[in-house]
């Protein structure tokens, strides 16, 4: 028997958070839209290497790659911003900066999830997702 988790993006990025400190760098996951959007907007930042989804019964698996650094993963710390039981909104003005600059921040807006620096550029605000470093 398989445990569902309830909240999809903590689940994703504790098996990130796991496989980096295991020193691996790919991980097999459940998928769902939202996990494909995360993880989408993450490689396009350059922290995953690559992602593919394989049919599988009963459920889709999502097939993620880390991207590395020399030996070191380009992932230094991933933490979720806004939980379950706290949800965190920001305006497009309010949206924090990691790290100065150095890291980024997953915003869901009205448009989709997209990085911090974007969702400033098309001045739009939303729920604090997930901070990487």
């Not at 769902?32 to 690559?50: F, P, T, W």
């Not at 806004?82 to 949800?87: I, L, T, V």
Request: no cysteine.
């Amino acid at each position: 028997m398989s445990i569902q988790s309830t909240d999809q993006i903590a689940d994703l990025l504790t098996r990130i958070r796991n496989a980096l400190m295991v020193g691996k760098n790919e991980i097999y996951l459940p998928t769902s839209r939202l996990k494909v959007a995360v993880v989408e907007a993450l490689k396009n930042a350059g922290y995953l290497a690559d992602f593919e989804l394989i049919d599988h019964a009963p459920r889709n698996v999502l097939h993620i790659t880390i991207a590395e650094e020399g030996k070191i993963a380009a992932i230094h710390e991933i933490d979720k911003v806004s939980k379950p039981g706290r949800r965190v909104y920001v305006a497009a003005s309010e949206i924090p900066k990691v790290k100065s600059g150095r890291g980024i921040v997953l915003v869901s807006t009205s448009k989709g999830i997209m990085t911090g620096r974007d969702a400033v550029k098309n001045r739009l605000g939303g729920e604090l997702l997930v901070k990487v470093w």
